[in-house]
C-alpha cells in the first residue's frame, strides 16, 4: 500500500504501512533545474537534519512524529503517521478564543525547543498538527543548533511574517498570543530581549520606516 | 480573485495618455502610456559608474538632472504626442536613492505646475510588478521580485501586495554586483556574471542559506570574494555563485506557490532578465502547473513605463497627490503601498 497524500515544495508525502503501522515516506525528490551536486548535498543533509531534529525535539518535551528509518543518499524519511488537523487551517475556522489558546500552545512548544538551543526554522502553521489535544510540530528539515539571541528572534520573525501574509488582519492577535505562550516557558527579562531583538530585525527590513 | 479594475471602464469611451518618470537608481528614464494598455514611447539614459565601482548617489543624480529635459522630451516625440494630451504626469516616490528620487519628484513637480497636471506618486516596487502584469497579461500571480533593491516575493491579498519571502539581508542584484565589482566589473554586472558563467568547467560548494520563506546573500557573497581573491576561476565562481543563490530563489519561489497555490507565477525587475534563473523559475512553475512569464528584457531594467503604467493605473482609482505635499520616501515597503485599483 502506498498513497501520495502531499506533493509539497520541497517533499512528496506517501501513506505507507510500515510494519503493520500507518507511516509517512517523505522523499525530497531531486530538482531537475538545480545544479545536481548541489540539489543532493541539500537533500541528504536535510534529510538527515531532519530525523536529528525531530528526535532531538522529542528529547525536550515537545511531541514529534517517530522516526522509523532514514536513508539521506536517496532523501527519504519514513516516519510516524500523525492523524489531526493542520494548525494553518484550524486558525482559519476556529473561534478567536481557540485560535488564541493554539496560539500560545505553538509559543510553549517554540519556547521549550528554544530553551535547548533548536532553531526550527520553518515556524509557520502548516508545520504543527493538532492530534489528541497536543501540538505535534514537523518539517525539522531546516533545523539548527544555536545559542544567539539573533538566531532566536530570526526563527520568531519568520513566523510573524507568515502569520501577517496570512492572517492579516488577526496576525497581532495571534503573534501576541504566541510570545505569551512563550513567556509562560521563559524567564520575562529574556522575553523581554528577544521582543526587542524582533523588532530590531523588523527595523533591519528592507525599506523598512526608518525611525 | 483579485484582479485589476480596469481604467476602461472608469472612462467609458475617453482614451486617456500619461507621462512617468523614473530616476530611484542609476536610470532617469521617462514614458507615455495610453490607458488601453499601449506603451507609446519608453525613454532611458543609464548613469553608468567607473569600471569597479557601484553608483555614487550624487553622481548619478548629476546625470539625471543633465538627462531629464532630454529623455522627457524624446519620450513625448516617439509617442508623437504633446504636454497638452497628457491627463497626468506619474514619478517614482520610492524606494530608492534620495538625491536620485529628488531630481524625478522636481522635475515632476515642474511640468505638473507649468500644465497644471495632476500628478501622481508611484512606488517603484509596484511599478515592476504592474507592468510585468501588464505584458503577461496575468490576473492574480505570485510575484518574484529581483533586482538591485529588492528580493522579495509576493502576492496581492486584501488591498496591498503581502510579502511572503523576502531577503533578510542583501539583494541578489546587490549579491551579482558586489561580487562584480571585486572581479572589476561596472555595476550593473548581471549580465557579464552570467557570460562568464557559460564557460565553467565545475561547480564550487558555496553557503546556501534559507530560513523559512527567507533569504540570506551576505554568507554567500564573502564566501565568493575570498576564494575569487585566493586565485579560484572567476567563470567557475560566477557559475557557482548564480547556480546557489537563483536555486535558494527558486527554493523559496517554490515554497511560496505550494503555500498560496497561485497560479500564475511572475517573475520581474532587473534580474530577471538573467536566462538562467528564467529557465529554472520556469521548471519549478511547470512542476505546479502553474502559467509562467518572465519581464521582458526591455521593461526588466528599471524604466519610464513602470511608473507611466502604474501611475496610470492609480490616477484612474483617484490616487494624486498636490504638489506642495508631493514628497519622495527613501524607504517605502512594498507592503505598506494601497493599491485601489486592485480588488
Known amino acids: 500500500m502506498e498513497k501520495l497524500i502531499k506533493k509539497g515544495a520541497e517533499a512528496d508525502l506517501y501513506l505507507i504501512d510500515w510494519l503493520d503501522r500507518l507511516a509517512v515516506r517523505k522523499v525530497r525528490v531531486p530538482k531537475p533545474y538545480f545544479q545536481p551536486q548541489l540539489d543532493l548535498a541539500i537533500r541528504s543533509h536535510r534529510t538527515s537534519q531532519e530525523a536529528l531534529f525531530l528526535r532531538k525535539a522529542r528529547d525536550c518535551g515537545v511531541s514529534t512524529p517517530l522516526v522509523y528509518f532514514v536513508d539521506p543518499k536517496k532523501a527519504e524519511l519514513i516516519m510516524q503517521y500523525i492523524e489531526g488537523e493542520r494548525l494553518k487551517e484550524a486558525l482559519l475556522t476556529r473561534s478567536d478564543d481557540e485560535c488564541v489558546e493554539l496560539c500560545r500552545e505553538m509559543g510553549r512548544v517554540i519556547a521549550h525547543l528554544h530553551s535547548h538551543d533548536i532553531m526550527h526554522s520553518d515556524l509557520t502553521p502548516s508545520n504543527f498538527i493538532i492530534s489528541r489535544g497536543r501540538l505535534v510540530a514537523i518539517d525539522f528539515g531546516l533545523s539548527f543548533i544555536s545559542k544567539k539571541l539573533e538566531d532566536k528572534a530570526v526563527d520568531l520573525h519568520l513566523l510573524k511574517g507568515v502569520l501577517i501574509s496570512t492572517y492579516t488582519e488577526k496576525a497581532d492577535l495571534y503573534f501576541n498570543s504566541v510570545l505569551e505562550g512563550y513567556s509562560s516557558i521563559h524567564s520575562e527579562a529574556f522575553v523581554n530581549t528577544l521582543k526587542a531583538k524582533i523588532r530590531e530585525i523588523e527595523r533591519r527590513g528592507r525599506y523598512a520606516r526608518v525611525v | ?343
Not at chain 2, 525613454?43 to 543624480?61: C, D, F, L, Q
Open chain 2, 1 to 343: 480573485m483579485s484582479g485589476v479594475k480596469f481604467p476602461m471602464s472608469l472612462y467609458s469611451k475617453k482614451v486617456i495618455y500619461g507621462l512617468g518618470i523614473e530616476s530611484t537608481a542609476h536610470t532617469f528614464g521617462a514614458s507615455v502610456v495610453k490607458s488601453t494598455g499601449e506603451i507609446l514611447s519608453d525613454v532611458k539614459s543609464v548613469y553608468t559608474p567607473p569600471e569597479g565601482s557601484g553608483i555614487h548617489p550624487r553622481e548619478a543624480s548629476r546625470h539625471h538632472a543633465e538627462k531629464a529635459a532630454s529623455v522627457i522630451e524624446e519620450a513625448l516625440k516617439v509617442a508623437g504626442i504633446g504636454a497638452n494630451d497628457l491627463s497626468f504626469i506619474a514619478y517614482s516616490a520610492g524606494p530608492g536613492l534620495g538625491p536620485c528620487l529628488r531630481v524625478g519628484a522636481t522635475v515632476a513637480r515642474a511640468f505638473a505646475s507649468y500644465f497644471d497636471l495632476p500628478l501622481v506618486p508611484v512606488n517603484h516596487a509596484v511599478g515592476h510588478i504592474e507592468i510585468a502584469i501588464l505584458e503577461a497579461g496575468f490576473s492574480d500571480p505570485l510575484v518574484l521580485l529581483v533586482s538591485g533593491g529588492h528580493t522579495l516575493i509576493s502576492a496581492h491579498s486584501k488591498g496591498r501586495w503581502r510579502i511572503f519571502g523576502e531577503t533578510l539581508d542583501i539583494t541578489i542584484g546587490q549579491l551579482l554586483d558586489q561580487f562584480g565589482r571585486a572581479a572589476g566589473f561596472a555595476s550593473p554586472a548581471g549580465r557579464k556574471i552570467e557570460e562568464l558563467a557559460k564557460s565553467a568547467k565545475r561547480y564550487i560548494n558555496l553557503p546556501y542559506t534559507v530560513k523559512g520563506n527567507d533569504v540570506q546573500f551576505s554568507g554567500l557573497l564573502t564566501a565568493a570574494k575570498s576564494l575569487l581573491a585566493s586565485g579560484e576561476s572567476l567563470e567557475d565562481l560566477a557559475y557557482s555563485l548564480q547556480e546557489t543563490g537563483f536555486a535558494m530563489l527558486c527554493e523559496v519561489t517554490e515554497r511560496a506557490l505550494a503555500f498560496t497555490e497561485k497560479r500564475e507565477l511572475l517573475v520581474t525587475g532587473g534580474v530577471a532578465a538573467n536566462q538562467r534563473l528564467c529557465e529554472m523559475l520556469n521548471a519549478v512553475a511547470s512542476r505546479h502547473n502553474t502559467k509562467f512569464s518572465a519581464i521582458s528584457s526591455k521593461y526588466a531594467g528599471d524604466c519610464g513605463a513602470q511608473i507611466a503604467w502604474t501611475g496610470l493605473l492609480a490616477y484612474c482609482a483617484g490616487v494624486s497627490v498636490p504638489v506642495e505635499k508631493s514628497v519622495i520616501r527613501q524607504s517605502w515597503r512594498l507592503d505598506l503601498v494601497d493599491t485601489p485599483w486592485r480588488s
